[in-house]
């Protein structure tokens, strides 16, 4: 039988890179990789003997790693074999430090709850690397997760208006005051508060024109916004409020957020 060298291992699988999501055990010793790739979008793999494998696997398969992954595509529905995984970086600061690694994790269900698999978006690989990236080099936790949030919104096709009133249509205006309407998700203005039913988050005119230019900037001039903390309280309150709406269910992590939130005060 013909021993395949290495290479020749690479060149008859494919390859892609993937920021890990989640793991989980399968069996004594496999493991199921879910990840973000910009070829595949969202996937999941399994991961043979990933517990015994020192070579292939250990010290690799972790959340929020990015890897380059060789793996055999799936017969229909079923998962990508994952044959083997080199190390591109393990973000390791955010599995060691509690509020990077909350940030990281509400990221990472975002990304999991607004993506499709066999829907690849490179836009979206690119933001979750950004984000990852951006927390790993020590920026706050928790404006890099109002960032995300925002911008994931938008990728996923559900772009929140905030320069305008949704009943009435006018332009916010320094002055007025305005409120995330928790039913319809939609931006409400002081006057036309009456005329719809249920509650609303209120946000001021700097936090919502703030959000507008974050939402049309270039990711690399992202980097160069700042958001005050209560630019960022806002913003989360908000998000997750229209969140709530979109998806009919609640973000696991946001507990977490709104407990690093609350001491960050
Ligand atoms: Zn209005």
Not at 53 to 65: A, C, D, G, T
Not at 113 to 123: I, L, M, S, V, Y
Not at 199 to 216: C, E, P
Not at 237 to 262: F, G, M, V
């Amino acid at each position: 039988m013909p021993v395949r060298t290495k290479r020749q291992n690479w060149m008859n699988n494919c390859c892609t890179r993937g920021l890990v999501l989640s793991i989980s055990e399968h069996s004594e010793s496999d493991k199921i990789v879910t990840f973000y790739s910009p070829d595949l979008g969202k996937a999941a793999g399994i991961a043979k003997g990933a517990k015994r494998s020192k070579k292939r696997f250990v010290n690799k398969l972790e959340e929020f790693s990015l890897l380059r992954i060789l793996y055999t595509p799936p017969k229909r529905d079923s998962l990508h074999f994952l044959r083997e995984a080199e190390l591109e970086n393990a973000f390791l600061s955010l599995r060691n430090t509690y509020p990077r690694y909350v940030a990281a994790t509400f990221i990472g269900e975002l990304t999991l709850r607004f993506t499709r698999e066999h829907d690849p978006d490179p836009t979206i690989f690119e933001l979750l690397l950004w984000a990852i990236q951006n927390l790993e080099n020590g920026r706050a936790p928790l404006e890099i997760c109002a960032l995300f949030h925002l911008r994931i919104l938008g990728a996923a096709g559900y772009q929140p208006v905030l320069d305008c009133c949704g009943v009435c249509g006018e332009t916010i205006r320094a002055g007025q005051r305005y409120g995330l309407h928790t039913g319809g998700g939609v931006l409400v203005c002081d006057t036309c508060r009456g005329a719809i039913h249920g509650g609303s988050t209120a946000i001021t005119v700097q936090t919502l024109k703030f959000l507008h230019h974050a939402q049309r900037a270039e990711l690399g001039t992202l980097e160069r916004l700042r958001l005050s903390p209560k630019n960022i309280a806002e913003t989360l309150a908000i998000l997750h409020k229209y969140t709530l709406h979109l998806l009919q269910h609640d973000i696991h992590s946001w507990q977490q957020i709104r407990t690093l939130l609350e001491s960050s005060r």
